[in-house]
């Protein structure tokens, strides 16, 4: 399994907590620099996918960190959004933010595990998470986590890295990726691990067809998926 700290004895989740606890207070600005910008237009682009769902839906925000999905989400005019994370430090960052937007009455952040998730059966109209499922201590419990809480006919989307596979792209991405990357994610967070742990989490990450298998078997339905930016990113839908 691949953990952020090799020498840590603690489990995944609890090395995937400190380590985003490590670096939330940096956390957007290096998402938004490292990606150049490109990971809201991916965020908005994973939210378009849930436009179709109920009107003022009630949506989940599984791993919302500081809570940049959910707030791209307040476009399907939802009736409320929650977001939960693991990490405090992330969440109290996201809290911040969307205190001074004024967004608090829409969108609930709260600590909560993604693999142990507090909410009933059924409950929810839309899920979304973004760069989250790789970092599942046990992805399979995380998902089935979140069909199980989402309605009958409710729809998940889920963005996350992957690994482009065309020339020159692919060469691009992995000299970015895998040496430019965690130099400066190592400067500025100042967290030496966590931005190694980044290209080695997606290395080992089912992605694509892999990854709707994965999907399908715990019984989401018309799964598709779509790589944004010559497959950096991927969005996988899923209907339960
Ligand atoms: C890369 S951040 C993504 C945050 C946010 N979704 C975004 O788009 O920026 C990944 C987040 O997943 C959270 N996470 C990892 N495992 C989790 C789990 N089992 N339950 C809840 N959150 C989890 C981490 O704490 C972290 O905040």
New binding site residues.
């Given amino acids: 399994m691949i953990t952020p700290y090799k020498d840590n004895k603690s489990g995944k989740?609890e090395q995937?907590?400190q380590m985003?606890n490590n670096i939330a207070r940096r956390?957007d600005f290096l998402?938004h620099f490292l990606s150049l910008g490109i990971?809201n237009i991916w965020?908005r682009k994973a939210i378009h996918c849930l436009k179709d769902i109920s009107t003022e839906p009630v949506i989940l925000?599984?791993?919302?960190?500081?809570?940049?999905?959910a707030i791209a989400a307040l476009k399907l005019n939802p009736k409320k959004i929650i977001g939960?994370?693991?990490?405090e430090e992330?969440l109290n960052i996201g809290i911040q933010k969307i205190n001074k937007k004024g967004y608090q009455n829409i969108i609930e952040l709260k600590k909560?595990?993604?693999?142990n998730i507090e909410f009933d059966n059924d409950f929810f109209d839309g899920l979304t998470?973004?760069?989250?499922v790789r970092?599942?201590?046990n992805l399979n419990k995380?998902l089935s986590e979140m069909y199980r809480v989402l309605k009958p006919g409710g729809k998940a989307v889920i963005?996350e890295f992957s690994k482009p596979r065309l020339f020159p792209v692919k060469q691009l991405y992995d000299f970015y990726f895998k040496a430019v990357l965690p130099m400066l994610g190592k400067i500025i967070s100042k967290d030496s691990s966590a931005y190694t742990y980044l290209p080695e989490s997606v290395n080992a990450f089912p992605e694509r067809e892999q990854f709707i298998q994965e999907l399908e078997n715990l019984g989401f339905k018309n799964c598709t998926f779509k790589p944004l930016s010559f497959g950096i990113a991927t969005i996988y839908v899923g209907l339960k």
């Fill in positions: 989740k995937v907590a985003f956390y998402n990971d965020r925000d599984v791993a919302s960190g500081t809570g940049d999905l939960i994370d693991i990490s992330m909560g595990d993604s693999e998470v973004a760069f989250g970092n599942f201590e995380g963005l």
